[in-house]
T-cell receptor
Framework: DTAVSQTPKYLVTQMGNDKSIKCEQN?????MYWYKQDSKKFLKIMFS???????INETVPNRFSPKSPDKAHLNLHINSLELGDSAVYFC???????????????FGSGTRLTVV | DAKTTQPNSMESNEEEPVHLPCNHS???????IHWYRQLPSQGPEYVIH???SNVNNRMASLAIAEDRKSSTLILHRATLRDAAVYYC???????????FGKGTKLSVIP
């Protein structure tokens, strides 16, 4: 059973389009995340949701809009895609106790977004 | 947020122990130290984490300096399957996030 699953795995699209990436976890975790990995393999957090509530929104263009319909899902919608959005996007989940990440994240396998 | 510094790359011979260092000189007292590894074309995989004491699990050992300003991930016998990028990361209390370093690319030589 896949613990954190993301779809699609690959996404090639033209500049200006709108696209969505879906993420689901079956671990019963209460917190989900979106991370962006650039071409230099640097992992940077974009958003974090705890029990469906947004708790971290890093300096991300407002073209990126996360949505968490329930604790098991966190989707990422991107409007007006730009060349610089090309990257690998990872969804992850964890359980937070008292706001402290005392255990590990579980990551999905990533969505490679290419904007042409 | 506290930052971590790692060497860009390291090499190890197969079946030898590997010590992967990480510096985190600005770590706060409640930051947990995490290690992840990423195989090519896969998502990062949790390896181990700790707060103050050294930790062991089936994958690796984590040695934390007494002042907590550095840590070392120890792979006891490197195999070809251990070739990956290893990330050191910190999780601050109340920050709800992991802040990753730039990672060390480990190559294992047969």
């Amino acid at each position: 059973d896949t613990a954190v699953s993301q779809t699609p795995k690959y996404l090639v699209t033209q500049m200006g389009n709108d696209k969505s990436i879906k993420c689901e976890q079956n671990l019963g975790h209460d917190t989900m995340y979106w991370y962006k990995q650039d071409s230099k393999k640097f992992l940077k957090i974009m958003f974090s949701y705890n029990n469906k509530e947004l708790i971290i929104n890093e300096t991300v263009p407002n073209r990126f809009s996360p949505k968490s319909p329930d604790k098991a899902h966190l989707n990422l919608h991107i409007n007006s895609l730009e060349l610089g959005d090309s990257a690998v996007y990872f969804c992850a989940s964890s359980h937070l106790g008292g706001g402290i990440l005392a255990n590990g994240y579980t990551f999905g396998s990533g969505t490679r977004l290419t904007v042409v | 947020d506290a930052k971590t510094t790692q060497p860009n790359s390291m090499e190890s011979n197969e079946e030898e122990p590997v010590h992967l260092p990480c510096n985190h000189s600005t770590i706060s007292g409640t930051d947990y130290i995490h290690w992840y590894r990423q195989l090519p074309s896969q998502g990062p995989e949790y390896v181990i984490h700790g707060l103050t004491s050294n930790v062991n699990n089936r994958m690796a050992s984590l040695a934390i300096a007494e002042d907590r300003k550095s840590s070392t991930l120890i792979l006891h016998r490197a195999t070809l399957r251990d070739a990956a990028v290893y990330y050191c990361a910190l999780a601050g209390a109340g920050s709800y996030q992991l802040t990753f370093g730039k990672g060390t690319k480990l190559s294992v030589i047969p």
